[in-house]
């Protein structure tokens, strides 16, 4: 039968037409409703997935020491980052993540999940300065997860390794207790100074990030750029410091736990600040490792990243004698021609207290007594006291307060008064006649930071100049390299009276030319090219029933040495503290360190001086360094 | 030539070249800057082939072709036996012959001779009636190979065969009300099963069954790219070579599953009415062919493949959109791919036989 002629087929075929149509229409109503209605939404879609805002970092300054020489540089390197918009979601992506690059993957998932609530900004840094198998292994896992890519960010390299740790301190990213203390001033993956002058100086040496709007690819590449804001780098800027003079103290102290300081007289520029042990900053640039909790925060036995001249507080010993006797002859109960007489111990309040001399030295007066630093004077002379008479003077002169360094957490300095006893201690607020005798030789009670204590000494170098000691001496000029002078912070005066002053000066020239520091063979040898002034201190740590007690205990029992000192002796340019943590007599401990520092200053620096610093880190991905171009 | 030219349905051809064109046009735009920046021209010569096989067969007369749907049939399935066992294996999935580097896919040809051979089986009978034989003989020559391409697996392929099972019965005289019963008791029956039925395991079993390779997330991911990259192409598209999903690779496989989003990307809305146009006016052209032809079995041929026609449009162009299921069925001219190119080619050549018999007598 001829299907033309079939009307049930032509029927069929006819709807079926229809139906055709009815699909195109249908097709043609959902094309309508995707490319005409929800236009405007896709076209956003595809608009976010393709252009990116990426930030730019910013180059930190350099830090230079007084000479121009680099203590902290830049160097280029390769970081493995997850950009904000890119951040997984799954928890089996990011457990894989997690897995593939050895990271742990609870840490990762909060980093995550704080990194996604934080909004736009520096992207999440997966795994830091890859090294060749560290780019091999980002390169591998980039394949699996195309939302990862490799950044080229500056990284601060640290010249002198452990020559300056506590002074520059480091970087590292700006965590969450400090972004929720300061959330309009931290921005989440933003690098901050942590530690040192890296913190203290974050603000000048930071710069300001730029960003690119581009064009990316499915893989992140970027196809094109639309424009960007190019960043600034931070400015570079001149220290205070003295990598030669910081090289000797590290050197001079060599393995022994201790703090060295030394000011510049005329403007309190720190010349030296040395913490030992000193910690390599370059390591902590990284993720802490297991190790490296071990080997530094965890060890309470030499506290490495306690910054010694800061936070140390130490017993100043027989440095204090000094403020002791300002005390005293201000108050006028005794005049620099005054003799006592030591017997080796002295009675006070029915208890026996003994001079550093058993057989005594005999009659003494004030020089004398400073230059032999015999106890009993001292001890009289406190006696002859009110504890609040010594804290006052000390406030007069500034021992009472922070020095105001440019450096973070300065500790203060502990001068027991009555006040301080009520508040220190509730249970017993009564302050015993008793305790000021200890407090006559710097023990008991007393306790300083060696910046603190160099200042005093300062302040008695410069007849009266209360200084404030800073790191920063000025920026760098942009296009010479050379040093925009910052006006250094002004120094206070103080009523030294001048007569009683020249005492002092004698007493501490005394000491080292026929005093107790004189004993010592480099001293003296030091001392007589390059004359200088300075005091003994031996701060107990323990208290020993005789010497041979105290012969027999354990290294960390025994008494720290210091010195603290001026030089040269008639015309003082620098200030000085020392001290050698359970080194025994500051006289041989101390005081050669001391030494050592006036003989480098005055002598070796100007004819030889040392090499600029150079670090032993080797980074073989970035041998060309960033100058931060301004 | 000119005589064998002649054979040509001038509508029919038109349309053709013009779908040829836009297709060609989307390979450009998707393969550039990729490592598949030649693959316009090497479909070209597909196409070029597949219009001398469009020639060869308007030419032939249809009947000498039908003569020899069973000898084919028979032919086909062999084949589709063997690639199971000596195909070449891609993706998880065996359902290549590799001949002097050129994959070829004997599925997509056998669901054109399955065609043939039921067309002409069922032509052969009374008209206006569908006995129980005939359907259940139909329904066993079309599951067979469907079942062998499942074993592939391959279920898009496979159920490009369901409008023979279902058009030609009709176009034959089968009632409507029992086709109609019939998808009501497998919608209503499948939905309640999976509704109520199935334990959760058991329908990721059948889901697997559904599709061994089934990966949700990164299908999700092909297809949101694919509804941003129509939905950001508006009106009038963003351009020839302009789409940024295009361009930027956001798209994937975007020369053969996700080509037409490519089309809507850059040529707008007003692009895809075109495209939607010209497919509208093939199928009405080749169901004219279907109420022209001479015999039944030509009539159930052309009404079979507008369905089959229809099938890939309503699946590939509405699951690029996100509205079907991600089932990977190419859409005609417009996807990259040998062996389905010579084998809508041949479909049309055989209808533009069928056409130029109608018109000659």
Redesign the interface.
């Known amino acids: 039968?001829?299907?033309?002629q079939?009307p049930?087929?032509?029927r069929?075929?006819g709807a079926?037409?229809v139906?055709?149509?009815g699909?195109?229409g249908l097709?043609?109503v959902?094309?309508?409703w995707?490319?005409?209605v929800?236009?405007s939404?896709?076209?956003q879609?595809?608009?976010q997935?393709?252009v990116k805002v990426r930030p730019i970092a910013a180059p930190r300054g350099l830090v230079l020491d007084r000479n121009g020489h680099r203590l902290v540089d830049n160097r280029r390197a390769l970081h493995l980052v997850i950009q904000r918009e890119d951040l997984p979601t799954?928890p089996e992506v990011i457990a894989a993540l997690a897995e593939a690059l050895f990271l742990d993957p609870a840490a990762l998932t909060r980093k995550i999940q704080s990194y996604r609530l934080a909004g736009k900004g520096r992207p999440l840094v997966l795994k830091e300065n890859l090294d060749e198998s560290g780019i091999a292994l980002a390169e591998r896992v980039r394949a699996r997860y195309p939302f990862l890519s490799v950044e080229v960010a500056p990284r601060r390299v640290y010249l002198g390794d452990e020559l300056a740790g506590h002074v520059l301190g480091y970087v590292g990213e700006v965590d969450e207790p400090m972004m929720k203390a300061k959330p309009d001033l931290y921005r989440l993956g933003e690098t901050i100074g942590k530690e040192g002058f890296e913190a203290s100086g974050n603000d000048k040496l930071k710069g300001v990030d730029g960003q690119k709007r581009i064009?990316?690819?499915?893989?992140g590449t970027e196809?094109a750029n639309f424009g960007q804001v190019d960043a600034a780098a931070g400015r570079s800027l001149f220290l205070t410091l003295d990598a030669g003079l910081q090289k000797v103290a590290q050197d001079a102290l060599g393995q022994e736990a201790g703090a060295v300081v030394v000011l510049d007289l005329r403007d309190g520029g720190v010349l030296a600040l040395y913490s030992s042990p000193s910690y390599d900053p370059n390591l902590f640039l990284n993720r802490l490792s297991q190790d490296m909790v071990d080997r530094y925060l965890a060890n309470n036995l030499t506290r490495p990243m306690v910054n010694r001249p800061i936070q140390g507080i130490y017993a100043p010993g027989s440095t204090f004698k000094l403020l002791v006797a300002l005390a005293a002859l201000e108050k006028g109960v005794v005049t620099p021609q005054t003799v006592i007489y030591c017997a080796g111990k002295k009675n006070f309040y029915g208890r026996d207290f003994r001079c550093d001399k058993p057989t005594g030295h005999g009659g003494l007066s004030m020089v004398q007594a400073i230059a032999q630093s015999c106890d009993v004077y001292f001890y009289e002379l406190a006696s002859r006291m009110d504890i609040d008479d010594i804290y006052a003077t000390a406030e007069k002169y500034g021992l009472t307060e922070r020095t105001g360094i440019d450096l973070p957490q300065e500790k203060r300095t502990r001068i027991p008064s009555r006040a301080w006893k009520r508040k220190a201690a509730p249970k017993d607020p009564k302050w015993y006649a008793g305790e000021t005798i200890s407090v006559g030789i710097g023990q008991g009670a007393v306790g300083v930071t060696p910046l603190g204590l160099a200042r005093f000494y300062a302040l008695l170098a410069t007849r009266g100049k209360l200084l404030v000691p800073h790191l920063f001496y000025g920026f760098r000029d942009n296009q010479t390299n050379a040093l925009e002078l910052a006006t250094p912070p002004p120094a206070k005066d103080t009523p030294l009276d001048p007569k009683l002053w020249a005492i002092l000066d004698e007493g501490l020239a005394e000491v080292v030319l026929n005093g107790t520091a004189s004993s010592n063979p480099l001293v003296r040898e030091i001392a007589k090219e390059i004359p200088f002034s300075g005091k003994t201190g031996t701060a107990q740590v323990a208290t020993f029933v005789d010497r041979a007690h105290y012969a027999r205990q354990a290294k960390k029992l025994k008494d720290h040495a210091l010195f603290a000192g001026y030089a040269p002796r008639d015309t003082p340019q620098i200030a000085f503290a020392v001290v050698v943590e359970n080194a025994g007599f500051g006289a041989t401990s101390a005081a050669p360190v001391a030494a050592k520092l006036v003989k480098y200053w005055f002598v070796d620096r100007l004819q030889n001086p040392l090499p600029p610093p150079r670090g032993r880190m080797v980074d073989p991905f970035a041998p060309q360094q960033v100058e931060a171009p301004e | 030539m000119r005589e064998r030219l002649r054979a040509l349905d001038p509508r029919l051809l038109w349309v053709l070249l013009a779908l040829i064109l836009l297709g060609t046009l989307t390979l450009y735009s998707a393969g550039r800057n990729t490592f598949q920046s030649g693959i316009w021209l090497k479909q070209s010569l597909w196409n070029l082939l597949g219009m001398l096989l469009l020639l060869l067969l308007a030419t032939t007369d249809p009947r000498r072709i039908f003569r020899y749907s069973f000898p084919s049939y028979l032919l086909g399935l062999v084949v589709l036996a063997a690639v199971l066992v000596v195909g070449k294996k891609i993706g998880g999935a065996t359902r290549w012959f590799v001949i002097a580097g050129q994959t070829f896919q004997p599925s997509e040809l056998m669901k054109w001779v399955t065609l043939l051979y039921v067309s002409h089986r069922l032509g052969s009978r009374n008209?206006?009636t569908v006995s129980r034989l005939e359907l259940f003989g139909a329904v066993g020559l079309v599951v067979f190979p469907m079942l062998l391409i499942q074993r592939q697996p391959d279920l898009g392929m496979a159920l490009s065969f369901l409008p023979i099972l279902l058009?030609i019965p009709?176009?034959k005289?089968l009632r409507?009300r029992w086709v109609v019963a019939l998808l009501l008791l497998i919608g209503v029956g499948g939905f309640g099963a999976w509704k109520f039925g199935l334990k959760p395991y058991q329908k990721q079993r059948v889901l697997i069954f559904l599709d061994p390779s089934s990966d949700l997330?990164g299908k999700g991911y092909q297809v949101n790219q694919s509804?941003?990259?129509?939905?950001?192409?508006?009106?009038i598209g963003k351009g020839f070579t302009s789409g940024?999903?295009t361009q930027?690779?956001?798209l994937p496989v975007k020369t053969t599953d996700f080509a037409f989003s490519v089309w809507?990307e850059e040529r707008?809305?007003l692009g895809?009415?075109l495209a939607?146009?010209l497919?509208?006016l093939m199928?009405?052209r080749i169901?004219d062919a279907?109420?022209?032809?001479?015999?039944?079995a030509?009539?159930y041929f052309c009404?079979g493949a507008?369905?089959i026609f229809?099938l890939h449009?309503?699946v590939n162009?509405?699951m690029v959109?996100g509205?079907l299921p991600n089932k990977g069925m190419v859409l005609p001219f417009f996807s990259a791919g040998g062996s389905s190119t010579l084998s809508f080619f041949l479909a049309l050549g055989l209808i533009m036989g069928i056409l130029h018999r109608s018109r000659v007598k």
Not at chain 1, 1 to 4: A, L, S, V, Y
Not at chain 1, 215 to 219: E, G, K, M, S, T
């Open positions: 039968m001829d299907p033309r079939r049930l087929l032509r069929r075929l079926f037409k139906l055709t149509w699909l195109v097709l043609v959902i094309y309508a995707l490319q005409l929800r236009h939404e896709f076209k879609l595809a608009l997935q393709a799954s064009l990316v690819d499915q893989l196809v | 008209a206006d058009i009709l176009m005289g409507a997330q509804r941003i990259a129509i939905g950001a192409g508006g009106l940024s999903q930027l690779n956001f809507a707008g809305f895809v009415l939607l146009g497919f509208g199928l009405s169901l279907a109420r022209e032809a001479h015999t039944n030509e009539a009404a507008a369905g229809s449009l309503l162009v509405g959109a509205a």
